[in-house]
């Protein structure tokens, strides 16, 4: 099983922005769909965004217009750009492909506070 690595979280302030990376440990090229999620204390996973066959992009209401995913196939690696930062974005962030590997990694924590 791959395992993922994300990074890149941290503390900004509203309206700010930050760009995740998921950092796979073998190759991701053969996974159609790429996915992330966030997850806040108390509460289930939530899928963010998801790129299928590296052209296909979804996004959840409540980010679209201000995230963007993407990958790099070659560099094994998935990226999230996010741009107008609300605190209602802070959460830990997690990659993972769909459908879903059994492990996860360890997630990046965003947190959103002036």
């Known amino acids: 099983q791959v395992q993922f690595a994300e990074s890149g979280g941290g503390l900004v302030h509203p309206g700010g922005s930050l760009t995740l990376s998921c950092a796979a440990s073998?190759?991701?090229?053969?996974?159609?769909?790429m996915a992330w999620y966030r997850q806040t204390p108390g509460q289930q996973r939530e899928l963010v965004a998801r790129?299928?066959?590296?052209?296909?992009?979804t996004y959840a209401d409540s980010v679209k217009g201000r995230f963007t995913i993407s990958r790099d196939n070659a560099k094994k690696t998935l990226y999230l750009q996010m741009n107008s930062l609300k605190p209602e974005d802070t959460a830990v962030y997690f990659c993972n492909r769909i459908p879903n590997f059994e492990s996860w990694g360890q997630g990046t924590q965003v947190t959103v506070s002036s």
């Open positions: 073998g190759s991701i090229a053969s996974f159609v769909t």
């Open positions: 790129i299928y066959d590296s052209i296909i992009r």
